[in-house]
């Protein structure tokens, strides 16, 4: 997992590049309590980019986070989704909850301003501002 995190934007980061399963739940879980702790976010981002698998432990490895950037008085967002997680999640009403977006390059996006790509608006590419 790689993490970045952006002071000025309040922004953190979390790229996921394996699967996610009961194993490497505990690990991310771990990491990204840590890192929220740390830096104390307005917004979380978890990129699935790389993800290719992911059972149920990953949905609730996500609310977890969900949860406690909301006690931090943060927001978390699903960046990337894969076709095959996108599906999770939104069985298991995820989607309901917390919010899809697209991240192009992380990098360009913290030196914007803080500009997401709405995935209901992608046909259009309109930008939609949180």
Known sequence: MEIKFFEDQK???FKITE?????????IRRRADYEI???MPKRVVFDFDSVTFMDSAGIGMVI???K???MLGGQVYLANLTDSVRKIFAMSGVLKLIPEVKLYND???A?????FYDKEDFTEEKEVSL
């Open 11 to 13: 922004l953190l980061i």
């Open 19 to 27: 699967e996610i399963d009961e194993c490497k739940v505990k690990e």
């Open 37 to 39: 702790e740390r830096f």
């Open 64 to 66: 977890g986070r969900y």
């Open 68 to 70: 406690q950037a909301a």
């Open 107 to 109: 990098e360009e996006f």
């Open 111 to 115: 030196e914007k301003s803080t500009e």
